[in-house]
């Protein structure tokens, strides 16, 4: 493997100290000493901390790209809600970072989370609440529900669950990425008070 460029050490350093202080509580000092190299190099790969945090939401954030390809998805709606849990599970195993730097600006934030990652928040938070319209109205999904409400708890429950995978997957690294809760765990989770009685779909793909 090839040794990291300057600007490599500095995006890898600056994730992890972002992640695990926040924005406000991180220097371009601290992160420079971390990777033994001079302020100067911040200001010429990025520009300067802003840009050097912007880089790294981009990257810990890029998942979201998914969204587009999960609201265009033509698959029945309780085959869509298993592939929006995959999803969401997918963004703590691939970006592992991920978790704290949301925790971070929900906690403290850095004016970025409006500009930044509301926007991405809300477009997932749009396309599961249309993934529970589409069930509701083809009578897969129960009509009992309120579809932003239900759209909360299915994100809160998947983040609760990603954060733990997390944890569970740093303090136990012999299980590698294997994560203790997956997305068919959830989905039986969910499956009792979302499913409508008339549905005969089984709430999974395969």
């Known amino acids: 493997m090839a040794p990291q460029t300057t600007k490599e050490m500095l995006l890898a350093a600056a994730t992890e100290m972002f992640a695990e202080y926040g924005y406000n509580q991180v220097s371009v000092r601290d992160i420079c000493r971390k990777c033994n190299t001079s302020i ?10 802003e840009g050097l945090y912007q880089k790294v939401l981009r990257k810990q954030f890029s998942c979201y790209s998914a969204i587009r390809r999960l609201a265009a998805d033509k698959s029945s709606p309780l085959v869509r809600l298993e592939k929006y849990v995959i999803w969401a599970l997918d963004r703590h195993r ?12 929900l906690m403290s934030p850095s004016g970025y989370y409006e500009t930044h990652l509301k926007p991405l928040v809300l477009k997932s938070k749009q396309c599961l609440m249309k993934i529970l319209d589409d069930g509701m109205r083809q009578g897969d999904i ?23 995978s997390d944890i569970h997957s740093q303090q136990s690294p012999v299980l590698g990425s294997r994560d203790p809760i997956d997305a068919r765990d959830i989905l039986a989770l ?11 779909e089984p709430c999974h793909s395969t």
Do not use: Q, V, W
């Not at 190099?41 to 990025?46: A, E, S």
């Open 94 to 105: 691939t970006s592992p970072h991920f978790s704290k730097i949301y925790l971070r600006e």
């Open 40 to 49: 100067s190099m911040i200001t010429y790969h990025f520009g300067g901390k």
């Open 142 to 164: 129960t009509d009992k529900i309120d579809p932003e409400a239900m759209a909360h708890i299915i994100s809160t429950t998947i983040n609760c669950i990603g954060i733990y």
């Open 190 to 200: 969910l499956r009792p008070g979302i499913k409508a009685r008339t549905c005969t």
